[in-house]
């Protein structure tokens, strides 16, 4: 009883990081990923399959003409690998060896721009009218030149929305 | 509370143990490796600065901004207020990675493999594999080049450089892309899915019936020639074409297969595929092809006829591969050959490894016209000197990816061969990429 009184501060203090870790900021379990391109993209839907196709070079062009330049948070971040999970059935190493095969098979495709940052991806969609991209809902305020697309029909605040982390 | 280390003894209450963990916790969160301790007003005031740095940046931003324009942004969680719209560039950001970037427009990846292999009837050895230096370039938003040098080992021990590819590729949209110069061949699914780089491909060699020309194999898996490729308006059935038209391969058995600089007549080898990739079915390929070429071989003409079939589903998991070709040898005097392959090859991903099962078929007739020129084949043991006659037979292995960039292969293979001995082999590869 005595040895066990004797960790008692100890284990306080583990308690106490533990709950310090918890409380950090990090991904939130079911927060929606928000789909932006840009403000003078006239798309205003997308279906998964579309995103897909858009991401993994399958369509290299809007309607419009522009070249598709979709655009990615680095390796590591929550919101990318529930993206590339939910949206192509991949892990970022099956994406790496994807773009590899595509591009060794003679295919004219270009993998996304990894940038450093919801708010570069922001930037970049902003500032290219082809580009794409995505990022957390709450990274989502703030964004200029760039507009929010639903998803089968849905919009990333509501019910049934099916990206998320 | 007491606590020893070495001998000595140390009494700390239990308050001042508590206030330590709490203090080491926070500090450590706080600043991930503080060389030297600051004090609360100094963290402030580096803080003031990095504000004041900050807003001095979106100053600068604010100024160099125009237009007034309110976005709305449909699926916000929060409401935003006004802003100015950054104005859009005409040119898109669509460079890569900086991966492996040699200038500022080429990129290169190298693949290599070595490893071992003992059959029945072939003396046991190590053996180099190749070393396959990739190259694209993006010369322009729509034109970009390919390039590929691959050194291999030769059945005399001595190691040859080889222009595998060189592409130029014009790629207009989804629906038309060009390509013209030395190119591998779109008879098959596995010839274009693979290609030479033996990390990409699940298992330590291609299947039999794809065995490359220059290697001993019989289908036309290389051409110097024209490609045009893209999709068929087709809406969820994904529809894609192919049509090919080249030199085709020289039989003589003294040359190269692939005619690099002379076409040996006029005539050329024509190639036409359809293929889909359905909406529904992410991952399902089905598609065919059919080649014609005529054959200019020691004796009368030939003319050819290939078509093949393929049935695939991959991704991330599940790997699926089934192949069929029917080759068609006809002579002038009405005398036909005729020649039947298949695979079937099945692959599963547990984490890093990989199981898989593979069964090929081949038979080609004894008085073939045309294959009686073929070379021995470096791919299967040495003992077979052409691919006239039957051959069939499974190979088992496992996959093992231990690195993103490099895998083991183990492979066991057992083949029947008419008129021949069975032949037992275990192949062990290690393929990488970098």
Redesign the interface.
């Known amino acids: 009883m005595k040895n066990f009184k004797s960790f008692t501060p100890v284990l306080c203090g583990l308690a106490m990081l533990a709950l310090f870790l918890g409380a950090t900021p990090s991904a939130r379990a079911g927060e929606a990923i928000v789909v932006v391109v840009n403000s003078a993209n006239p798309v205003e839907n997308l279906t998964l399959g579309d995103l897909k196709k858009l991401f993994l070079g399958d369509k290299g062009r809007w309607d419009t003409g522009k070249a598709v330049a979709p655009v990615m948070v680095v390796a590591g971040a929550p919101e990318r690998a529930a993206f590339l999970k939910i949206v192509c059935g991949m892990s970022d190493a099956d994406m790496g060896k994807y773009f590899m095969q595509a591009a060794f098979t003679g295919k004219s495709v270009t993998p996304p721009k990894d940038v450093g940052s919801a708010a570069a991806v922001k930037s970049n969609v902003a500032a290219s009218p082809g580009a794409i991209g995505f990022v957390k809902a709450s990274d989502f305020p703030g964004g200029t030149g760039i507009k929010a697309v639903k998803i089968d029909g849905v919009d990333a605040g509501d019910a049934g929305y099916k990206i998320k982390m | 509370?007491?606590?020893g280390f070495a001998g000595l003894t140390v009494r700390v209450s239990?308050?001042i143990?508590?206030a330590?963990?709490?203090l080491?916790?926070?500090s450590a969160?706080a600043q991930q490796s503080p060389s030297t301790p600051m004090t609360a007003d100094e963290v402030n005031r580096q803080l003031l600065q990095r504000v004041i740095d900050l807003e001095a940046k979106v100053k600068q931003l604010e100024e160099k901004q125009t237009g007034p324009?309110v976005?709305?942004?449909?699926?916000?969680?929060?409401?935003?207020?006004p802003?100015?719209?950054?104005?859009?560039?005409?040119t898109?950001?669509?460079?890569?990675?900086t991966v492996n970037e040699v200038a500022p427009r080429l990129?290169l990846?190298v693949f290599g493999d070595v490893g071992a292999q003992g059959y029945t009837h072939v003396p046991d050895t190590f053996e180099f594999g190749s070393l396959d230096l990739?190259m694209?370039a993006?010369l322009s938003?729509k034109v970009?080049v390919?390039g590929e040098v691959l050194f291999t080992a030769e059945s005399d021990n001595s190691i040859s450089a080889d222009v595998e590819?060189l592409?130029l590729?014009y790629?207009q949209?989804?629906y038309f892309?060009a390509?013209i110069g030395r190119?591998?061949t779109w008879v098959g699914y596995y010839n274009?899915?693979?290609?030479k780089?033996e990390f990409?491909e699940t298992t330590t060699d291609r299947p039999f019936m794809y065995a490359f020309d220059d290697e001993g194999g019989v289908l036309p898996m290389q051409d110097v020639g024209v490609n045009v490729t893209g999709k068929i308006p087709s809406g969820?059935l994904g529809l894609n074409y192919v049509i090919e038209a080249g030199n085709g391969r020289d039989w003589y058995p003294s040359d190269e297969p692939a005619q690099n600089n002379q076409d040996r007549n006029n005539s050329k080898a024509i190639n036409g595929g359809l293929f889909m990739r359905p909406?529904r079915f992410?991952g399902l390929q089905l598609g065919f092809s059919i080649r014609h070429d005529n054959l200019t071989v020691p004796g009368p003409a030939v003319g050819e006829t290939i078509v093949t079939a393929h049935a695939v589903f991959v991704?991330?998991t599940w790997e699926i591969l089934n192949e069929a070709a029917f080759v068609r040898h006809s002579e002038a005097t009405g005398e036909l050959a005729e020649t039947s392959a298949f695979y079937t090859q099945f692959s599963r991903r547990f984490r890093a490894y990989r199981p898989y099962f593979r069964y090929q078929y081949f038979n080609a007739p004894s008085d073939d016209p045309v294959y009686i020129n073929a070379s021995s084949n470096t791919d299967v043991p040495l003992n077979i000197t052409s691919f006239v006659g039957r051959f069939n037979g499974p190979s088992v292995g496992l996959r093992w990816d231990f690195t993103?960039h490099s895998a083991l292969k183990l492979q066991y293979d057992r083949f029947s061969l008419r008129g021949l001995d069975s032949e037992n082999g275990l192949t062990s590869q290690v393929a990488f990429?970098f």
Do not use: Y
């Open positions: 509370m007491q606590t239990p308050a143990c508590f330590l963990c709490v080491l916790t926070l969160h324009a976005i709305p942004l449909a699926a916000a969680a929060t409401p935003v207020a802003a100015p719209v950054v104005p859009a560039l005409e898109p950001e669509v460079e890569p990675p990129k990846v990739f694209r993006r938003e970009s390919l590819r592409l590729i790629r949209s989804d892309t390509s190119m591998h274009t899915a693979f290609n780089g990409l969820k909406d992410s991704n991330s993103e990429t």
